[in-house]
């Protein structure tokens, strides 16, 4: 029985008025458990003016009281990591670990954020002339937009709103349609903490919603995760209408294994990388580099056989390693490319096309799928997947495979993989890519470091999480004070200097 879903604005379950709705799917037994209403731009027009209203209020709230609401929140995160988990799993499919896996990852950016009276201190210099101090402090810019994806329901909503929470701007949440169960746990975890209604909101819907903020001229700022083709057009409709914007994209994520690597290792972090979450996360390792033929066929050996044991199974069965796809057209995308992979010549050595489960024939699961002697000008290497497919490609030297890196037009994330200082450090400085990992297969940066990619794979100069969301999230004020004491030389017209 499908329930139905609503939005939250105001601290309150809101129906909406579009009468437009989406289906929100057990990815597991393709069965529909929600009926979600899409926002027109008449109900996004009301939790824009909602949320002004409340951030009004919030942004002028001492800045120890909003942290003390975070601190709750998190007490209240970690309290409901469990249900939080299930419900994750329930719509998106992903395993209980793995949304654990996010939710601590989200709760790791709210204890950052609690620390938002140090954060947000301002800038002074005492008497720069003329007896003036001067000082920059950082204010609220009202309310902020987030547009989130599928794969992180948990995660990517705090990544943005609990720095944007804690730096006194209300937040509205277009979160994915695909799983908006745990954003909307969410809403009532923060009303539970003692947010002001209208702080927190969470808004449904697709392009119309999307569109809505993107145009409304009191939504001064957007953060955007997603795919590049949205988010290219997130970034630059936003910027037309004056905003600022930061946009985290897709990726193509390549793993070096230099020939002195350990190769245990290497297949470990192949595999976990690869097909952890089944390979939709934007840090995923979709390709292995193993430089020459030597270290090529030595990974070859040892990772065919981990990959073809890999089980397939629903998020609540302990013993699953590949969870289903998010829907029905994302497993035939996945299945149709991995069918080019092969018309392209590629090697097939693991196919994951018509995996199926004994009680969940109408899930939505691709098997775990390993692809050698894939090459730069083939589809299934210039794509982003984003299902559990792997491809191995072999240069023949180390600087082929910095420049196959660095040609890619995804640069979120990259491994190497390496018993040798000199080439980690060359390889970390001459690789165009945002995020870095030596012997660390997936480098996402800690909440106190910022978080983004570089090339296509991220739109707009400001970075998630780290000190960089606190500038995103701020508007900087800079004040020239002189008391009466200091006025001496009575009217000048001449333009000031600090004489
Ligand atoms: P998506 O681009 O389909 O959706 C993202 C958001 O945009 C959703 O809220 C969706 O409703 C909205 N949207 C979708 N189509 C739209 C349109 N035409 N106009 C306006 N809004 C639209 O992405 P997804 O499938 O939910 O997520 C997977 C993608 O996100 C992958 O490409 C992945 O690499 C990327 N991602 C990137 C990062 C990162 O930090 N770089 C993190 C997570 C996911």
Not at 186 to 203: C, F, I, M, S
Not at 223 to 246: D, L, P
Not at 321 to 338: F, G, K, M, S
Request: charged share 20%.
């Amino acid at each position: 029985m499908a329930e139905q879903l609503h939005h939250w604005i105001g601290g309150k379950r809101v129906e909406g008025t579009s009468g437009r709705f989406g289906d929100v799917f057990n990815p597991a037994t393709g069965e529909v458990i929600g009926k979600l209403p899409y926002a027109s731009k008449a109900d996004m027009d009301e939790a824009v003016k909602v949320a002004q209203e409340a951030a009004e209020i919030w942004g002028k709230t001492a800045v120890p009281k909003r942290a003390a609401v975070l601190f709750k929140f998190r007490e209240l995160l970690v309290a409901n990591t469990d249900k939080l988990a299930e419900l994750v799993g329930r719509e998106h499919g992903k395993t209980i670990a793995d949304a654990k896996g996010e939710i601590s990852r989200g709760i790791d950016v709210t204890e950052f954020a609690c620390g938002i009276p140090h954060l947000i201190k301002g800038e002074f210099n005492s008497n720069i002339g003329g007896e003036i101090d001067l000082f920059s402090i950082r204010e609220p810019i009202g309310v902020v937009g987030g547009i989130t994806p599928f794969n992180f329901p948990v995660m990517i909503p705090l990544w943005m709103g609990a720095p944007a929470i804690a730096c006194g701007n209300a937040y509205i949440n277009k979160c994915s349609e695909r799983d908006p169960a745990a954003p909307m746990f969410l809403a009532e975890l923060w009303k539970e903490a003692g947010l002001p209604d209208g702080v927190w909101n969470v808004v449904h819907g697709d392009k119309e919603a999307v569109d809505s903020l993107l145009h409304h001229e009191d939504v001064p700022a957007i953060s955007f995760v997603g795919s590049t083709g949205v988010g290219e057009y997130v970034y630059q409709t936003g910027c037309a209408n004056n905003k600022r914007v930061q946009a985290f994209c897709g990726a193509k994520n390549h793993m070096v294994i230099m020939p002195d690597a350990d190769m245990d290792q290497a297949v470990d972090a192949l595999i976990g990388a690869g097909y952890g979450s089944a390979g939709e996360r934007c840090m995923a390792i979709s390709v292995a580099v193993p430089v020459g033929q030597g270290t090529a066929d030595a990974l070859i050996e040892k990772l065919t056989p981990r990959v073809e044991a890999l089980k397939i199974g629903p998020f609540d069965d302990p013993g699953a390693d590949i969870n289903p796809l998010i829907t029905a057209q994302a497993q035939q995308r996945v299945e149709n490319l991995i069918t080019r992979g092969v018309e392209e010549g590629a090697d097939l050595l693991v196919d994951g096309r018509g995996a199926r489960m004994q009680g969940y024939e109408n899930g939505y699961f691709v098997g775990s799928t390993l692809f050698n002697n894939v090459t730069t000008d083939m589809d299934i290497y210039k794509t982003e997947i984003f299902g559990p497919v792997l491809s191995v490609m072999t240069p023949s030297t180390y600087e082929d495979a910095v420049t196959m890196v660095n040609d890619h037009e995804y640069g979120n994330g990259v491994a190497v993989f390496t018993r040798d200082g000199d080439t980690a450090r060359h390889f970390a400085n001459s690789v165009d890519i945002g995020m870095v990992g030596v012997n660390v297969p997936i480098p996402v940066p800690m909440a106190f470091h910022n978080f983004g990619g570089a090339k296509r794979s991220k739109f707009g100069d400001t970075q998630m999480h780290g000190p960089e969301s606190i500038r995103f999230f701020t508007k900087m004020k800079t004040i020239s004070a002189r008391w009466p004491s200091g006025i001496k030389e009575g009217a000048q017209l001449a333009f000031p200097t600090n004489d």
